[in-house]
């Protein structure tokens, strides 16, 4: 089974509009963080937000916030303001406290913000 | 602070040629990743290492390649030969691994590798 699911190959946002990006991961260990990070064309890969598994409060950073749903396992991007800049690969990743620290990281998903 | 350091950003050589690919890990982390990254495969984990040690070399694709972390501030991945199908961007990620989750991977910029 797959640890990270991203089920939007491809994102249209309108500048200056809201948009959700979708993540469900599958763990049983108690203990883990869910990331996100942000690919544009240049290629790095960018830390944008962590989110706890013991975490109360849904992590924020600036115009990224992860709305995280323990249940359900999903821990969803939600970035606001768009921005041409936003414009970019996106990956969510989970680390398992158990397994000694491998991340497993998603397909994906493609952000475009039309102006 | 110096982030992850990869080196050569670009490589272009002849199929057949070896290959060594280096990072410099964030000084203080002790968990280090290598990830080739292509437009069909997506990102695909090839090796990590804790303490210098390789934990999980499952995703290396054949005997063509091969990892060393000789110490805590240096890292290789070797191609060796070289082939067309190894084209891709590859990543070297280095984390602190402790007890808890909240420690990121970062990423160095990646050495975009094209065999001919």
């Known amino acids: 089974a797959q640890k990270i699911t991203q089920t939007q190959p491809g994102m249209f946002v309108q500048e200056k509009e809201a948009v959700t990006l979708d993540c469900t991961y599958d763990?049983?260990?108690?203990?883990?963080?869910l990331f996100w990070y942000k690919q544009p064309s240049s290629g790095e890969m960018i830390f944008l937000i962590y989110?706890?598994?013991?975490?109360?409060q849904n992590a924020t950073e600036g115009r990224y916030s992860l709305n995280f749903q323990k249940a359900r396992k999903s821990a969803n991007l939600v970035i606001s303001a768009s921005q041409l800049g936003d414009s970019a690969m996106y990956f969510c990743?989970?680390?398992?406290?158990?397994?000694?620290?491998?991340?497993?990281f998603g397909t994906g998903t493609s952000l475009t913000v039309i102006p | 602070d110096a982030g992850v350091i990869q080196s050569p950003r670009h490589e272009v050589t002849e199929m057949g040629q070896e290959v060594t690919l280096r990072c410099k890990p964030i000084?203080?982390?002790?968990?280090l990743f290598w990830y080739r990254q292509t437009m069909m495969r997506g990102l695909e984990l090839l090796i990590y290492?804790?303490?210098?040690?390789?934990?999980?070399d499952s995703g290396m694709p054949e005997d063509r390649f091969s990892a060393k972390m000789p110490n805590a501030s240096f890292s290789t991945l070797k191609i060796q030969p070289s082939e067309p199908r190894d084209s891709a961007v590859y990543f070297c990620a280095s984390s602190f691994r402790g007890d808890y989750s909240n420690q990121p991977q970062h990423f160095g910029d990646g050495t975009r590798l094209s065999i001919l």
């Open positions: 000084s203080g982390h002790n968990s």
């Open positions: 990743a989970m680390r398992e406290v158990r397994t000694g620290n491998q991340f497993y």
């Open positions: 290492f804790n303490n210098n040690v390789p934990i999980d």
């Open positions: 763990t049983s260990d108690p203990s883990y963080g």
């Open positions: 989110q706890g598994s013991y975490d109360q």
